[in-house]
T-cell receptor, first 111, second 110 residues
Framework: GENVEQHPSTLSVQEGDSAVIKCTYS??????FPWYKQELGKRPQLIID?????GEKKDQRIAVTLNKTAKHFSLHITETQPEDSAVYFC??????????FGTGTSLTVIP | ETGVTQSPTHLIKTRGQQVTLRCSSQ?????VSWYQQALGQGPQFIFQ???????GRGNFPPRFSGLQFPNYSSELNVNALELDDSALYLC?????????FGPGTRLTVL
């Protein structure tokens, strides 16, 4: 089955700096890669996703890159703000039937 | 608000008991997935239902079972509860791949 690894497990950045979270996956058949933000005590919220036919996608301060050959994808947050503080999860899916999640990155943005 | 709801919010059971968790999908979503999220971990895929049929299953024992109803609401049943079953249980409804999560049910097994 698919194995998704996520690094780092914790990340602290100064407000205004950039944050990068990286994930690797093992199953070359995976073709959909969403990223979720989960605030304490709340449900995971989809923040951005990318499909395997695209190398990069951007939405305002958030971007995701995908390297299919190396089987890794990354989340980039620019101009970080305190409200970006949360746990971020990457996931990989093949056909949308099963989603495999990383172990999460706890991001703290220091004002 | 995504429209996916779950009940109950919290639940306390003792080892060996059975539990049923419920999920109401977002309107129009015909696929529902269930996840177990232990403290400090990522969600672990339990199974998925599409149009009332199981459509994929993760590495969970048969005492984890589910149902999806014609209105696309869903149940997760867990028999013979174990202490390690204590976790947040999330359902997510989807159509076309993108998932929307419910708020979860916090299950504590004593």
């Amino acid at each position: 089955g698919e194995n998704v690894e996520q690094h780092p497990s914790t990340l602290s950045v100064q407000e205004g700096d950039s944050a990068v979270i990286k994930c690797t996956y093992s199953d070359s058949a995976s073709n959909y890669f969403p990223w979720y933000k989960q605030e304490l005590g709340k449900r995971p919220q989809l923040i951005i996703d990318i499909r395997s036919n695209v190398g990069e996608k951007k939405d305002q301060r958030i971007a995701v890159t995908l390297n299919k050959t190396a089987k890794h994808f990354s989340l980039h947050i620019t101009e970080t703000q305190p409200e970006d503080s949360a746990v971020y999860f990457c996931a990989a899916s093949n056909t949308g039937n099963q989603f495999y999640f990383g172990t999460g990155t706890s991001l703290t943005v220091i004002p | 608000e995504t429209g996916v709801t779950q009940s109950p919010t919290h639940l306390i059971k003792t080892r060996g008991q059975q539990v049923t968790l419920r999920c109401s999908s977002q309107s129009g979503h015909n696929t529902v997935s269930w996840y177990q999220q232990a403290l400090g971990q990522g969600p672990q895929f339990i199974f998925q239902y599409y149009r009332e049929e199981e459509n994929g299953r993760g590495n969970f024992p048969p005492r984890f079972s589910g149902l999806q109803f014609p209105n696309y609401s869903s149940e997760l049943n867990v028999n013979a509860l174990e202490l390690d079953d204590s976790a947040l249980y999330l359902c997510a409804s989807s159509i076309g791949g993108e998932q929307f999560f419910g708020p979860g049910t916090r299950l504590t097994v004593l």
